[in-house]
């Protein structure tokens, strides 16, 4: 199972590509970016003119598109006629999207490819762009085992840690889960970081304290909110992503729209949403997640 079809070359789906090339993986790739197409070329992959090329004799389809309303047009077709890709594929084949969405939506192509006699699961990723560079992605798997047996195979090749999370959504879910956590984590690191600062503490002492004491975690430990704290942090690289703002924004609110669905309190998610979506609107949106250190030193100083 090594004939790959790649839709969606951004900044994640460019370099886990790659790695599927390194792995000797026959890959097709399309996206409207051409010259992420040109570079992948380079590599050994075949760039195509259309989706519908793209797939044709693959045994495996790879997804990273932007947004629910996306996976769902190239899977299940647009009202402007376009086939959807569960119509042009052969029986059994794999579909994988490591998009971050919706889990209704990874549900309900979910459901249309098991009326096709296809296979999907739903595989959003975490590990940022470091992460896809370096093949170290943990990918959050939902579906059948069958197909996350199968799945595995691929991801491999792209992740270090391969976790199933459930059925057809619960990928998805368990996503949307880790990043509202990780977004409440930050907008806490960042608030007690500029707190210390008012207050005359050094913030490289002060992390190291919180690091070494019951405040400790991720942000601290690997990618601190403060510039000058961390070598390789983005913080230190004028909050070059990474991980952006506005896609944390994006991620926040598939957590309150699956709060409000399943009617789970979530006020610090909410709080956290909030704060991220007052920074983007101050011109931050590309910048760096963790640039929200700025919004609270613009707050005091």
Known sequence: ???????????????????????????????????????????????????????????????????????????????????????????????IDSSTIDPQSAKTVAAEAQKQGLEFVDAPVSGGVAGAQAGTLTFIVGGTQAAFDKAQIILQYMGKNIFHAGGAGDGQMAK??????????????????????????????????????????????????????????PASKQYQPGFTSRLMVKDLGLGLDAASQSHSSVPMGALARNLFAFHNAAGNSELDFSSLFQFYAKQTR
Request: net charge negative; hydrophobic share 45%; proline share 4%.
């Open 1 to 95: 199972m090594n004939q790959v079809a790649f839709i969606g070359l951004g900044n994640m789906g460019s370099p886990m590509a790659a790695n599927l090339i390194k792995a000797g993986c026959t890959l097709r790739v399309f996206d409207l970016n051409q010259v992420a197409m040109a570079t992948l070329a380079k590599l050994g992959a075949t760039a195509c003119e259309s989706i519908e090329q793209a797939v044709q004799g693959v045994d495996t389809v790879i997804t990273m598109l932007p947004a629910g309303e996306h996976v769902r047009s190239v899977y299940l077709g647009d009202h402007q006629g376009n086939a959807g890709l569960l119509t042009l594929l052969a029986p059994k084949t794999l579909l």
């Open 176 to 233: 949307i889960c880790n990043n509202l956590m990780l977004g409440i984590l930050m907008s806490g690191t960042c608030e007690a970081l500029s707190l210390g600062i008012d207050n005359g503490l050094d913030p490289k002492v002060l992390s190291n304290i919180m690091l070494q004491s019951s405040g400790r975690n991720w942000a601290l430990e690997l990618y601190n909110p403060c510039p000058g704290v961390m070598e390789n942090a």
